[in-house]
Structure formats: C-alpha cells, structure tokens
C-alpha cells in the first residue's frame, strides 16, 4: 500500500479513514500536515476561509494564472464574479439535450459490442465531449483532452513526467490559439464569454488559460470518476440497483449517494494562516491542512450505517463531495447534469449487468476515487432493445 503523509493509496481506504476519525477532530499525520476527518470539522475547516486559505492550491495552472481553486477573498470573489457570469446555469441547463444525444449514441454502442469497459466507452467520453463542446473547441479531439487532463493528474516515473509535461505544453500551445482566435472573434462559447470585457471585469489570457486548464481536469476526470463509482456500487448492491431500475425517478438520489459513497475527490488541501482550533486542537500557523471529503462523507454521526450505499438515503445531498462554502464546486450543477443522464440510461437500458474482471483496479492517486476501467458484460437480459427484438 502506497502512501501520502500517511494517508492508503489502496483498494479500500474507509477502515483508514473511520480509525482517523476516532483519534480526534485533527490529527497530525506527518510533520506540519493536519488532516481533518470529521463531518462537522471538515465543514468548519472549509467555511473558515480567513484561518484556512486556498492558496495550497495555488500552483500548477501555468504561470502568473490564478485560479478561483487557489484564491481566497478578495481575488477568489472577483474570479468567481467573472465565471459565474459565463457558467450560467441556463447554459448547463442548455446542454441537457445534447448530453442525452451523446449518451444515447454511446449506450447503441455498447449494446451492439455485449461486453465492454464502462470507463472508456461511456464515462470517459460523455463528459469530454461536453466539456470541449463547453468549451468551444473540436470535440473530436476527446482523446487528446482526456491525455492532457491525465498529464496534469498523473505522473510518477522520470521518463513519464518528460511525457505528461510535454502533454501540458501540447495543451497550452492548443488552448493558446483558442483564446487568441477567440478574442479576435468571440463564438456562443465559454472562452469567448471568458475573453469578453464588461467595463474592467474580465480575466488576462493567463487566467483564461487557467481556468481552462482547471475545468478541463475537474470538468472531466471527477465526472467520469462519479459515473464509474456510481455504476461499480449498482453493481455490488444489486438490491439497489433493482430499486433503481423500479423507480427511474430515484436515479437523481442515487448521483447523490454515489457521490457521498464513493467521494470522487477524497480529500483537499488549505494553509493554515494563523493558530486555529478545530474541535478543541490547535492547528498551528503555516501547517497544510487536509480536509477529508471521502471520510467525513462516511461519518456516522452524521450518515446512519454510512458503509451502507443506499439510493434513498434521506440525507445523501448533505454530502461534502463538492466542497462548501465559497468555493463550493462550480462545475457541480454540470457534473450532476451528466451523472443522472448517464445512470438513467443505465439502469433503463443495460440490464443484468456483470462484471467480467474478479479485481478492480483503483487509479493510482490519494486524491481521486474511481476505477480505472470496469470490464462488463450484459447478461441474461442483455438490453431493452434486444428485448423488443
């Protein structure tokens, strides 16, 4: 098991985080780093903007970007302003038909092949072709946004970082043309909304460039993440699965307890700006604290038998999956939006669902949850349109 300031890198990483939970409301785990376990304290820790700054995220966007993940007040309020008048939520809303359409013509897919890996034939392409088409570039580039958003996230032999930076530099030489050519002549896109002065409000091109970057990996890797999670815990649970397949309507609920169940993202980062107390533990200046979303997600206290994936638990939405507070997840409406049209053809149209692989394999990160692939087969009832035949 490979670790992080402690922290499993494993197939299984709840038992970790449910003992962390008992040693207190913060724990040191390596010299200067605090983690923070608990339901209550990770939201006290993530509201506390003043004592816990994002500036722990600041780094790796490109240079002289900031992002809205690595600023706090005033800056973080001033980019979050200019996203939000681009990332509306009538523009999510807009994109519902279209996310269908491509999960449609994805699932004829998969019931033309019988057996395939819910990774790379649905959950990988269903939120990369919407982020580019969000974006306005060339969706069918999907392959290189999805190796561009892996050489930011994954790296660890010598020869592999040489790679992943090339990637990188691939990237900001494409999106640098994009935001040239779109300042030149703005489009019905998010870069074009994201150039487009209003009086003196409006990002330079190297936070265009950063937020790009940022929505390229939280637009798609955690979204894919959150549908293989979802699909994987059915599987597992096929008592729920059944509900869900009885009750279409419940499938919102289910994106909500998949969420809180298998926490896309498991944990983030902030510093500590001043001496703070969290529970009755001083947490001292200058120390990186880690706020847990995936073990305060499975508190008891706060989620009854939370080791139990139930698609109509009444408190799933109170999950801590998407941050709070201020920098709450602004792609979280989307990533929502994609979840539920994706599960919804799931559990309507793929049925009796198998895995065909003994062990799945986990993404080699202590930051993100989700499988790398999930070979499956349909089974007896192989699909609806089979059935109809």
Known sequence: MQRFFGLPQSDDPY???RRLRGLGPAVQIAQGVWAVSRYDDVVRVLKDHGSFSSRALAGGFGPGATTVIGADPPEHTRLRGIVNRAFTPR???ALGPRACEITA???????AKGEFDLVADLAVPLPVMIIAEVLGVDPARYDDFKRWSDSFLFSDAAQG???DEESRQEFREY???????RRRGPRDDL???LTRAEGEETLTPAEVMAFATLLLIAGNETTTNLIGN???????NPDQLALAQAEPALVANLVEEALRFQSPVQLIMRLAVRDADVGGVTIPAGSLVLPMF???NRDESKFPEPDRFDVRRENARDHVAFGYGIHFCLGAPLARLEAQVALEAVVTRLAGLELTEERVEWLDSFLLRGPKRLRLRLGARRSAAEARR
């Open 105 to 111: 013509r994805l699932v004829d897919a998969i019931e």
């Open 230 to 236: 979802a699909v994987l815990a059915l599987i597992e």
């Open 15 to 17: 038992p970790f985080y």
């Open 294 to 296: 995936a073990s305060a």
């Open 191 to 193: 870069i074009s909304a």
């Open 161 to 163: 970082r040489v790679r």
């Open 91 to 93: 523009m999510v809303a």
């Open 175 to 181: 999106f640098g043309d994009v935001i040239e050519a």
